[in-house]
C-alpha cells in the first residue's frame, strides 16, 4: 500500500514540474505559484535550470590562460565556446580538441573555482574576448592511471553501442509484420575488440617497429611529434629525435598547428605585456612621488593608509604614511635620508631620492635641508676652507696650486696659506702686523697662536730664505715661497736647490744626486 502511496506522488510531482516549467515560461505567475506550493507540500527534491533555448547561441571567443603542472608553463589560447555551456561540457571539448582527460582539467573562471555544473554564463562570460584560467594537473596528482583511461575510453564505446541497439530494436506498436513473415532475429552485433593504445597502426612502420616515445612516468607510448607525455604531461625524453621518415598524421598537424598558433599568440601577449609596462613606467616617471595603490598600514605609526593618500618609495616600493615620511626627512642629520622601513629581522638600507623629498617638504624645509647638506659636506671634505668673513656660509675645496679662495657670496679673498683675509697686504706683511697686533688684540693673538701651532705640528714651516710661513696642502713634496719665489723641498725643509737656482745642486737637497734621494720618505720634490 505504502509503495502505491509513493508512486502516485511521483506522478502528481511529475505533473506538477511539467506544469510549473509551463508556467514559468509562460510568464503566469499565479499558476507557477500554486504548482510550487503544491510541490513543496510533496516535499520531493526537484531540479529547476534554464534551458538552453534561453540563451544565446551565437559562439563567442574565450580567451584560456593554460597553466602545466608538470611543465610549469604558461600558455594562451583561444576557443570558440557558447555561454550556456557547462564546465563539464567545456572539458570534454578540450579532451577532444587537445587531448587532456577532463579529470586533470581544474577551471578556474573570476577568482572562483568552476564545477563541472555551473555554466559559462553563471561564471560571467557572455562576449568576445571573456577570460578563463586552465590548470592542468599530473596525472599522479589526479590518481589517473592509464589503465583506467583505457578502461573509461571502452566503457564510453559500450554505451555507444547500447544506445545504437536499443534506437534499432525500438519499433513503434502495429507496425511489426506478422509472426509468420517475420524476420529471424537479428545476432547482435559483435562488439569490436579493444584497441591498445600504444600500437595504432599509424604508429608502426613497415618494419613493424613502433614509432614514437614512451613516457618515463606512465609508460604511455606517444607520438613522435608530441612534446609531453598525453597521458601525464611527463617532458619529451631530452634524447629523443623524431625520425626522418615519420609523416605525422592529421591529428599531429592539426595538434602542432594550434601549438604553433598558440605559441604566436603568446609571443603576442607578452609584446603587448612588454609594452604595456613600458608606459605604464614612462607614465609613473611623471610623477616624483608615487602613491599607494592599494590600502595599507604605515609601519611607523601602524595608521591605515587609504588608497593615494601614503607614498611608495622608488628604490624599495615599502610604503608609509606622508606625515611619517616627512618628520624622517626634516629630523635627518646625514646628508642621505634613508629609508625608514625597520622590523626584527631586517633594515632597509635604500635611499630616498632627491624628488621624493621636494616632493614632501615645503620650499623653507628644503632650503634648510640643503643647508645642512653642505655643511655635512664641508666637514667630510679634506681640503675644505671656510670663508672668514663673519657670518659667512661661503666655503670651497682647494686643490694644491691654489693658495687663494674668492668668496662667490661676500666677495672677500681668503688667503689659503694664512688661513686669514688680509686686503692690500702680501703674506709677508700680514705675519709681522698679525706678530705686532697679537700683544694687544685677542683676535690677531688667537690666529698667531693658529699659525704657531700649524708650525709646531709640522704642518707649516718657515721660508728658508725670506722666513715667511708657508704651507703643503696636499700633493707632492715641492713647493714654492709665494714671497721670495724660492722651490722648497718639504720633506728636508730646506731649499731645493743650491745658490744658482734652479738645477744646481751644489747645494739644496740634493735630490736624486748619483740616484739617491734626499730622503728616505721623499715625495718627488723635484
Known sequence: MATSEVSDSLHEAENLAVQLSQAICCGDKDEAKRCAEKLAALSFPVSIKVDKKAYPQD?????VGVEDAELDSYIPITMMVTVDMTISALKIKVKNDFGFHPSLQVWVIGKRLAKD???????????????????????????????????????????????????????????????????????????????????KPERINSMNKIVGWTCPQCTFLNKPTRPGCEMCSSERPAGYKVPATYQPDEDEVLRMRYEQEASLQYTR????????????????DTHNLISNNNELEC?????????????????????FCRDCLKGTIVNNMDAEVKCPYMCDDYSCDYKLQDREIVSLLSEDEYQKFLELRLSIAESRSENSYHCKTPDCPGWCIYEDDVNEFECQLCNETNCLLCKAIHKDMNCQQYQDDLRIRAANDIAAKQTADALQALLDNGEAMYCPKCQVIVQKKDGCD?????????????????????????????????????????????????
Open 117 to 199: 555544473t555551473d555554466t559559462l554564463f553563471s561564471h560571467g562570460v557572455s562576449r568576445d574576448g571573456d577570460q578563463a584560467f586552465l590548470f592542468i594537473r599530473s596525472a599522479k596528482a589526479a590518481s589517473l592511471s592509464r589503465e583506467q583511461q583505457i578502461q573509461e575510453e571502452r566503457h564510453q564505446r559500450l554505451d555507444d553501442i547500447l544506445v545504437t541497439m536499443e534506437r534499432i530494436s525500438l519499433e513503434p506498436r502495429g507496425t511489426s509484420p506478422p509472426p509468420a513473415t517475420r524476420a529471424k532475429p537479428r545476432p547482435p552485433p559483435l562488439l569490436p575488440k579493444p584497441v591498445r593504445l600504444p600500437c
Open 478 to 526: 715641492w713647493i714654492c715661497c709665494l714671497m721670495c719665489k724660492t722651490e722648497i723641498c718639504w720633506v728636508t725643509r730646506q731649499a731645493r736647490w743650491g745658490p744658482g737656482g734652479s738645477g744646481d745642486t751644489s747645494g739644496g737637497c740634493r735630490c736624486r744626486v748619483n740616484n739617491q734621494l734626499c730622503h728616505p720618505n721623499c715625495n718627488n720634490c723635484h
Open 59 to 63: 559562439q563567442i571567443r574565450l580567451k
Open 299 to 319: 609601519p611607523i605609526c601602524f595608521s591605515p593608509i587609504e588608497p593615494g593618500e601614503g607614498a611608495m618609495l622608488r628604490e624599495c616600493l615599502h610604503g
Open 269 to 284: 601577449i607578452l609584446e603587448e605585456q612588454r609594452e604595456r609596462n613600458y608606459l605604464n613606467h614612462l607614465e609613473t
